[in-house]
């Protein structure tokens, strides 16, 4: 469904209805239309008075590439979807990646006009070269005070380059890769006809735009006339007032936002009254946070939804423990071996995907990876096995691994400890042995000492619910489990504390 065509129809006939909600500040869909016309201008004059502008990647096709790094939601998501009815192309960057992958995105991918205030990012981009140009958000703001707006949006074509996204940034340097108009349609419908971005409905989500979730649900609400109300951080009371004053139906979140929905509706069930539906990113979502929604919550659904963004949405579980999801139709999903053979139901191997909303590759400027073969099916390298014709999933690549001759999955060893009582995050690393090559350990994260279970205590839960090669062989403790911005947690950065010896042994 066209973005920009819903996004006119909308403010001709139903000129108020909220398009972009922010914490305190909001856009119905006619002034939405009213204030593309002066984010064009400002980013359109910025590009062209540059002396010598950044060359833009040429996947691009020669558009220019504007890219939002500001924590502030609802600025970074008007900007964003004020340039979609142009000639543009949008990008969004997690201010919280550290510089130095912020620097390579820009210079590599040839982005041209940035919005940050981050004045270390600006000068480390003037000390690489980079011949672009940083405007504060401040700055962006006065400008559009004064700039004479651009002709109004227009419906652009299907194979023109729309958005500049990335593979995460947290551990290494982040690839980039397009989507253009096409693959984003394709990419709407696919969430369209399953997690119900439905005219007219009020949909909250909250955390940064950079975020592939968030920019995603933004995107989605435009595209089918509804509201998207974004909040630049996760607080309980903040969403309790929100979905009750807003009138939200509808939440897309991360998983972390779940346990502080969770938290805000224990202490204030009345404020979610109508609430309908939660839909979070990322598939076997703990049992944890499942069972304490379905309590907290009973009349509010859950679609827990797996896709990646270089090919969109690829399946959902809906119930039971969550760790068997149905492949949407719309797309095919195989499990090859290293050889690129289809293996046998009940096997691990890599998860190939053939969908439509599918990017074409990555940026080159940015890696060499390849993503897409010339068979039209895709890979970002994660680890599943199909059983009774449902998928699961056993994590990336790196999740695997080898012990003892044989294949574990970290990720599974993790789910095992979901539903232990007294028991917080845990994460599950991969240390060498001089004998097996490397062996299962668990961190567990510090808590209140008389509700950390001993380590027998763990062991037995362990081997009754694992596999022998499954079950860890070291335990260790640590007072905070590293995470990203999101909540999600960083199983190299946690196994390079342990290495390092930070990890209280049990």
Known sequence: MPITRTVLSTAAQHPTQPAIVGNDAALDYAGLVEDSRRVFAVVDASHRAQAAAPSPAPETGGIPITAVS?????????????????RAVSATIDPQWPLAHRRH???????????S???ALASALVDAGWSGTVLTLAEFL????????????????????FLLLFSSGTTSDPKAFLKTRRQYRENIAVSSAHLEPLPGVATLAPGPLSYSLTLYAL??????????????????AQLARRVAAERITRIVAVP?????????????????????????????????????????????RLISYYGAAEIGFIGD????????????????????????RRVP???????????????????????????????????VHDVGRMVDGRLQLAGRAGDIIATGGHKVSLPEVERAFDAMPGLGSVCAVALPDARLGAVVALVVEDGPASAIPVKADLQTWARDRLAPQFVPRRWYRLDRIPRTAGGKIRRAATTELIERGEGIRL
């Open 142 to 161: 006065d400008r559009e005070r004064t700039a004479i707006p651009a002709d109004p949006p227009t419906v652009r074509d299907d194979d023109e380059a």
């Open 219 to 236: 995107i989605e609400c435009l595209a089918t006339g509804g509201g998207a109300h974004l909040a630049d951080a996760f607080d309980a």
């Open 70 to 86: 500001i924590a502030n939601a609802f600025h970074a998501a008007r900007i964003v979807a004020g340039l979609a009815g142009y």
């Open 317 to 340: 579980s809906r119930g039971g423990d969550g760790t068997l999801l149905e492949v949407y139709d719309e797309v095919a999903a195989e499990i090859r071996d290293d050889a690129g």
């Open 256 to 300: 972390a936002v779940v346990q502080v929905l969770i938290d805000a509706a224990r202490r204030d069930p009345s404020a979610f009254a109508g609430l309908e539906l939660v839909v979070t990113g990322g598939a076997n979502l703990p049992s944890v946070l499942r069972d304490g929604l379905a309590a907290a919550l009973p009349h509010v």
């Open 105 to 115: 995105v820009i210079t590599a991918a040839g982005i041209g006009l940035v919005v």
């Open 345 to 379: 139901d009940g096997e691990l191997g890599t998860l190939w995907i053939r969908a439509a909303a599918c990017s074409d590759g990555y940026l080159a400027a940015t890696t060499d990876a390849v993503l897409r073969g010339l068979d039209g099916w895709a890979t």
């Open 117 to 119: 205030d981050d004045a």
